[in-house]
Each structure stands twice: as structure tokens, then as C-alpha cells.
């Protein structure tokens, strides 16, 4: 990933049944916990526009 101190760690829980899903989903959207995790609240801050708005208001 880089230089450390350019990462954030944190630590969050899951249900059995929330991590059974992150799980098959492994392949998919990544290999290790951390990436599908990661990936998966990239991929929601995406569909949600997020992303873009936060790009968008940088360039202005």
C-alpha cells in the first residue's frame, strides 16, 4: 500500500451472516479480508456518487 503514514487502520465488526456474504465474495472483489473490505466501500461510495462529488469539488 505505501507509506505508512498515509494509512488509516481501523477496527469494525460483523454479524456471522454479513461476514458469510464478504466472504463468497472473495475472488471477486479481492483476495485478503482487508481488500474486499476496502473495495466493497469503495464500490458503495461510488454507486452513491460520492466519489465524483468529492473529485468534482477538488477541480474547481
Same mark, same amino acid.
Do not use: H, P
Given at each position: 500500500?505505501?507509506? $505508512? &503514514?498515509?494509512?488509516?487502520? %481501523?477496527?469494525?465488526?460483523?454479524? $456471522? &451472516?454479513?461476514?458469510?456474504? %464478504?466472504?463468497n465474495m472473495k475472488g471477486e472483489m479481492g483476495?485478503?479480508?482487508?481488500e474486499i473490505v476496502r473495495n466493497i466501500v ?19
Amino acid at each position: 500500500m505505501g507509506d $505508512k &503514514e498515509n494509512i488509516k487502520r %481501523i477496527q469494525i465488526t460483523f454479524t $456471522k &451472516e454479513q461476514w458469510e456474504i %464478504i466472504e463468497n465474495m472473495k475472488g471477486e472483489m479481492g483476495n485478503t479480508d482487508a481488500e474486499i473490505v476496502r473495495n466493497i466501500v469503495i464500490a458503495w461510495l461510488s454507486e452513491k456518487s460520492i466519489v465524483s462529488e468529492i473529485i468534482k469539488k477538488k477541480f474547481r
